[in-house]
């Protein structure tokens, strides 16, 4: 192997990702750029601008173009090291080779192989065995292959649940989250001039007034009151009442303001959702958890008549207004103007009895509680 010659191919390549990182910077900027002049002839209900774009509409021109220059040069260099670090190691490995020091080879081969089983074998001590007919073993977390829904009556009626992590916050409860949002069934309010730019929006009642805490809204309202009357009394005894944790900033002279209460039914949090935004607005919270299941294209969904619908969170934007989950899955904050519909959720203990059912309504087999 004529060392020098890769040297000058790995160089040459390291040289041209670089350039190509600084002309997918200049493309993203000028994106940015023209995203933001663009705003208002753009028809969104401000979930479709995404996180990033929200955040460079606060910056000035000469905060943004080093910013996102800077970014990409980063990325390259990062790249770079990977593959000077890698020729490294095959040429180390070569000189071991050439010199029979297989000693020193193989010391290094199980190290390599140890490290790389690490997190598989941390995984297996601290998940748990969990019998097959309990709720958490369907946990999208635990066995997705299993479909992670369960059916629960409201109303006499089967609602499906998704069965979202068998380990909520560490506490062995499982979390389960309406697969549909609640509200917007009641029709419509034509050209509506609220916060939100779209035609139609639903006539929900549900609303997180701006600059009150969580506890004072309608949404805890009704899912503390009127949402219960729909649940057998036996699942209501079951399911854990969850403490949640507040860090809304604003109340104090912008300082953080900490508490904590317990639901049966809530909400999510932006870091639940595993939205970026939660890193700073959910700051100081205990319920840290980012639910693997959510990424950038599966938030959106729809209420219990099939129309795409968007949904409130727990979170708030400076002690004032609060944040949903819009249309298209984006995530933006809005106030009192604006009428959503909620996704509640629960905890129950992971190993609750579960039983599988074929349900003629629905024409398939199903999960439900065997309480």
Known sequence: ????????????????????????????????????????????????????????????????????????IIISLIID??????????KLT?????????????????????????????????????KEDTIGYIAYDYNSSLGYIIHIKENDKYV??????????????????????????KGYIEDYNGTIAKDRVYDGWLEMASHVKYEETDVDKYLTGEFLKRFD???????????????????????YNNYEINRKFFILS??????????????????????KYFNASNKSTINDIGVESPYWTRTSYYASEYYIVGYTGGVTKTGNGAKFGVRPAFTIPNDTKINKIYDRDLMQEIYIFGI
């Open 160 to 185: 499906p649940y998704l069965v979202l992590t068998y380990n909520y916050n560490k506490t062995n409860n499982a979390l389960c989250l309406r697969e549909n949002v609640v509200g917007g069934e």
């Open 94 to 130: 070569i000189k071991l080779i050439k010199e029979k020091r297989w000693k020193t080879f193989i010391i290094m081969g199980i190290v390599l192989v140890i490290m790389s089983l690490m997190p598989i074998v941390t995984r297996i001590i601290t998940t748990p065995l969990l």
């Open 270 to 291: 932006l870091t639940e959702l595993n939205d970026r935004s939660g890193a700073y607005y959910d700051h100081q919270t205990k319920n840290k958890m980012k639910l």
């Open 233 to 255: 009394s036996k699942l209501l005894n079951q399911i854990y009442n969850t403490e949640l944790s507040f860090s809304e900033y604003g109340y104090e002279k912008g300082k």
């Open 1 to 72: 192997m004529n060392l020098k010659r890769v040297n000058k191919i790995l160089l040459i390549i390291s040289i041209l990702i670089m350039i190509i990182s600084i002309v997918v910077g200049i493309i993203i900027l000028g994106f940015i750029i023209f995203t933001l002049n663009n705003l208002p002839e753009m028809l969104m209900d401000g979930s479709d601008i995404s996180t990033m774009i929200q955040a460079f509409g606060y910056m000035s021109l000469t905060t943004i173009v080093p910013l996102v220059i800077g970014g990409c």
């Open 81 to 90: 090291g990977i593959i000077w670090v890698g020729y490294g190691i095959v």
